[in-house]
């Protein structure tokens, strides 16, 4: 097993806790995606996340590409191997791919940027957003939307404040999933 502490800004650093003399390692970002000192750093979970999906570290980023005059995109990246330092991009898209889909207009949100909240945790073509209180996803390689509906929060959260550090998913193991079980009485 292994432990990993995540920078959005600059890579991930990982350890065996169990082995005779644990080491810390680096993984750097994907290349040309780390970030200067203090660049982005008040909105890097909006439009950044690391995360397990189908059982491999994944890279989300939301960037403005400038080889697309401009267009913000979405790329998904891969960690195939914890061992190793290489990303392998899995795919990206623009959002004005995205928005021009008759599955997005049919949701009637808005045509901006939404935020970043969390990759599926079984299938990493899906990625979903906040928008509009919204929270919609999206299977990326298709450009299409697979699901929106309005979501609830305890607290009501403005557009500003959401971010991806509020939406956690992961699939537990078997053995959790059956303690969580009550027992009817």
């Known amino acids: 097993g292994r432990l990993w502490w995540v920078d959005l800004s600059w890579g991930l650093i990982t350890c065996n806790p169990f082995a005779d003399a644990p080491v810390l390692s680096f993984v750097p970002l994907p290349p040309r995606k780390a970030l200067k000192y203090m660049e982005d750093c008040a909105v890097l979970d909006k439009y950044r996340r690391v995360a397990v999906s189908r059982g491999k570290l994944r890279f989300v980023d939301m960037y403005k590409n400038r080889s697309s005059f401009g267009s913000a995109q979405i790329s998904v990246w891969t960690l195939a191997d914890p061992d190793s330092t290489e990303w392998t991009l899995q795919y990206e898209a623009t959002f004005s791919e995205i928005f021009n889909d008759a ?38 390689p298709d450009r299409r939307v697979v699901q929106c509906e309005l979501y609830e929060l305890v607290e009501e959260l403005s557009s500003e404040r959401i971010a991806t550090r509020f939406v956690h998913a992961w699939r537990l193991p078997p053995a959790l999933r059956s303690g969580l079980r009550m027992p009817l009485r």
């Open 103 to 140: 599955s997005f207009k049919a949701t009637r949100l808005t045509r901006q940027l939404p935020v970043l909240a969390l990759i599926h945790p079984r299938d990493p073509d899906v990625v979903y957003f906040f928008l509009d209180r919204h929270l919609f996803s999206v299977d990326v």
